[in-house]
C-alpha cells in the first residue's frame, strides 16, 4: 500500500486536535489499531488488538463536523450518495462509519446533517491468507467450485474474499467484483485499493442484484464475487448466474450449516447451489478456517 493510502495518512486529514491521539500508542499497537470512534460530547476511543484505549481527547460538535470535513477533503457534498449510505470509502479502502440526523424524502435518506459519530476502520489487506483453502475451491478438472464463506461479523470474511480473487485472477479466471460497500477492491477514484488481480473488473457502490446480472450481461466472466448476500433478489440474481454457467464466490453472516437452511438464502442451500461452504471463526485468531463442507453439508476439512 502507498504511504498515502495508508491508516496513518488517513489520520493526518484529522483536525491537529485529534491528530494527537496516536501519542496513546506505541509502534505495535499502532499497527493493531483498527478503529477509531469519534462521538460528540465523549472522548475518542481507539480499539484493536490491544483491546480498547479512551484518550483525553474530547470531541465537541463542532469538533465533529471539522473531522467530517477534513476526511471529506472539504467536499461533503460530492460525497452525498455514500454518505446516505452511512459510510464514505477513502483512498486504501479504509472505511469511515458516519452517523447523524437524516434527512428523508419519500422514504429514502437524501442527507445527513448534524454529525454525531465517526467510526474510522482500517482496511487489511493479508496477501496469501487465501491459499489454504484454494486446493478445496477447485476441481479436478481445474474448474472454479461455486463456494459460500461463512462465519459471524468481524472474522475476516471480505479478508478472505479479496485474497481469493486476486490468486485466482492471477491463475487466469476471468473475475466481476460486485463490490456493494466499496469494501472488497476499495475502489478510489477508479483505482483499487486494494490488489484483486489483473483479470478482475470492479462494478462498486452497486446493489448485488442488479451488479450480478449486468456483469454476466457484460464482462463475460468465468466468476462473480460478491459480499454478504441475504436478499431473495441475490439468490435470484445468483441462479441466474449459474444458469448461465458462471461461477459464484460470496459470503453470508452465520456460524453452521443447519443455520443456512432455516435462513433468507435457504433456497439457494436446498438447490445445492454452492458447491463448498468455508467457515471461519475468531479462535483461536480471526480468519481461522474452521471446517470446510461439500455441497451436501459434508464436511472435507476441519
Known amino acids: 500500500m502507498k504511504k498515502e493510502d495508508s491508516f496513518e495518512a488517513l489520520i493526518e486529514k484529522l483536525p491537529e486536535d485529534y491528530r494527537r491521539l496516536l501519542k496513546y500508542l506505541g509502534p505495535e499497537e499502532t499497527e493493531l489499531l483498527e478503529e477509531i470512534r469519534i462521538k460528540a460530547g465523549e472522548k475518542i476511543l481507539l480499539a484493536g488488538g490491544f483491546g480498547e484505549i479512551v484518550s483525553d481527547i474530547e470531541v465537541s460538535r463542532e469538533g465533529i463536523a ?12 460530492a460525497h452525498m450518495d455514500e454518505l446516505c449510505s452511512g459510510y464514505v470509502t477513502a483512498s486504501g479502502g479504509h472505511r469511515i462509519g458516519i452517523c ?32 489454504k483453502v484454494k486446493k478445496y475451491i477447485i476441481g479436478r478438472n481445474g474448474e472454479f467450485l461455486n463456494t459460500l464463506v461463512v462465519s459471524p461479523p468481524k472474522c475476516g470474511k471480505t479478508t478472505l474474499l479479496r485474497d481469493i480473487v486476486r490468486q485466482l485472477s492471477e491463475e487466469g479466471f476471468r473475475i466481476s467484483l460486485v463490490d456493494e460497500r466499496s469494501e472488497i477492491g476499495a475502489l478510489y477514484k477508479g483505482i483499487p485499493g486494494h490488489n484483486v488481480g489483473m483479470r478482475t473488473d470492479i462494478m462498486d457502490s452497486c446493489g448485488k442484484q442488479e451488479g450480478i446480472i449486468l456483469m454476466v450481461r457484460s464482462m463475460s466472466p468465468d466468476i462473480v464475487c460478491t459480499d454478504e448476500i441475504g436478499s431473495p433478489g441475490d439468490g435470484e440474481a445468483i441462479k441466474e448466474a449459474v444458469k448461465s454457467g ?14 443456512l437452511k432455516n435462513s433468507k438464502i435457504s433456497e439457494l442451500i436446498r438447490e445445492r447451489i454452492f458447491e463448498r461452504y468455508i467457515f471461519l471463526s475468531a479462535v483461536p485468531e480471526v480468519g481461522t478456517v474452521s471446517g470446510i463442507l461439500d455441497r451436501d453439508g459434508k464436511k472435507i476439512y476441519g
Do not use: M, P, Q, W
Open 100 to 131: 447523524g440526523k437524516a434527512v428523508s424524502e419519500n422514504g429514502r435518506i437524501k442527507n445527513i446533517k448534524d454529525f454525531s459519530s465517526l467510526n474510522i476502520r482500517r482496511s487489511r489487506e493479508i496477501r496469501g491468507c487465501g491459499e
Open 246 to 259: 458462471v461461477g459464484i464466490l460470496t459470503s453470508v453472516h452465520g456460524s453452521e450449516f443447519e443455520e
Open 66 to 77: 471539522s473531522a467530517v470535513d477534513s476526511l471529506l477533503e472539504h467536499s461533503v457534498y
